[in-house]
C-alpha cells in the first residue's frame, strides 16, 4: 500500500509491500508523487519490480570513482582509462544521478566532442568507458533496474584504416633528423620500429635480460604479452638490422640490463611529430611505421603465418589490415 504525506513544500511517497523492501522517494508535488506509486504498485503486482534506489542516489562522478578503484587497474592500459575517467569527471554530465542520465545526453557529448575536432577512436573510447560503467553497476553492483542509455545512441565507428607507407627518401631523411636531435634515442627507436614491428608501448618497454643478440631473440616474459590483435610473441626474431641497432646501444650505454631505449616514449613521439613537421612529411603517424614492418616482411618474402609470428597477430584479417605490398616488390615477382 501507498502511504502519501507532505513534508514542508514536498511530497514523500511511501510503498511498503510483502517481500519487497519499503521503497521510498520524496516529489514536488502531490500528483507526481502518487503517479510514482501507482507505478511502483502496479510492477510490484506484475512482480517485474526492480529497485531502482541505488542508481537514482548515485551519481555518475561517484560511479565513476568506484570504476577507478575497482576496474581500471585490471585493464591492459590503466593509464589511459584513469586519463578518461578524469576527464570524465570534470564534464558536466558527472554531477547527475546515473538514472536520470539518458541516450540524449551521451549524444550530444558525442556531437560536441566531434564538432571540438576530436578523432573518432577517441570519442567512441571515451564512451566505450561509461557503456562498460553502466553494465558493471547493472550486473554487478547491486543496480540492476538501471537502464543502460549508452545503448540507444550511434557510437562514433572508430579509427579508419590506415594505408600509410614511407616514401621514397623519407626513410633517410626523418633518420637523419633524428640523430641530429638531442635525443640519443630517437633514431634507434625509429629503427627497431621498423624491424620488429613492435607497437610503441612494447618498443619502449623492451628490457636487456630479454634480449640474446648471438641468438637473434628476444624472449618476452608472459606478464608482458596479452591475448588478442595486441599480444606480442613469446619469442621474438630479429633481423641482423635491429642487432646492429641493439649491439651499438649496448656498446654506447654499457648496459646489460634495464630498459633498452631509456627515455620515454612521448619524448620520442614529440621528437617524431617536430621531424615530420620540419620535413614537411604530411599524414605519417608513429604507429604507421608498424604498417610498414609488416609489409616489408612480406616483401622479404615471409609467408603470412611467419609475419603474424613476429607482428603478433592471431586473425589473417587483422594481418591483412596492416599489410601494404608496394606494386614493384610484387611485378618483380612476376614473368
Known sequence: ?????????????????RGYKPVYRTFDSKLTAQQWARRIESEMDASVYVDRTEGERTTL??????YLREVVPTKTSPDQEKSRVLRWKQHPLAYRMMASLRGADFARYRDERRAAGKAE?????????????????RKEWGMEGLMNPLKNIRKPSGSKARERRLQSGEYEAIRAYLIGSGNPYGAAAF?????????????????WEWIDLDARLVRIPSIFRQAGNKGVPAILPLSRRACNVLAQLQARDGRIEGRVLDTTANAVV??????????????LRWH??????????????????????????????????YTHLKPEAILAKLD
Open 270 to 283: 614529440c621528437l617524431w611529430k617536430r621531424a615530420t613537421r620540419a620535413l614537411k612529411i604530411h599524414n
Open 121 to 137: 577512436n577517441t570519442i567512441r573510447l571515451e564512451l566505450q568507458l561509461i557503456n562498460h560503467l553502466y553494465e558493471m553497476a
Open 191 to 207: 629503427d627497431l620500429a621498423i624491424e620488429t614491428s613492435l607497437r610503441q608501448g612494447k618498443l619502449f618497454a623492451l628490457r
Open 288 to 321: 604507421d611505421l608498424r604498417h610498414e614492418a609488416t609489409s616489408r616482411l612480406f616483401e622479404k618474402g615471409l609467408n603470412p603465418m611467419e609475419v603474424a609470428s613476429i607482428t603478433g597477430h592471431k586473425s589473417m584479417q587483422m594481418l591483412a589490415r
Open 61 to 66: 562522478s561517484e560511479g565513476l570513482d568506484r
Open 1 to 17: 500500500m501507498a502511504y502519501i504525506s507532505q513534508r514542508g513544500a514536498f511530497w514523500r511517497a511511501e510503498v511498503r509491500r
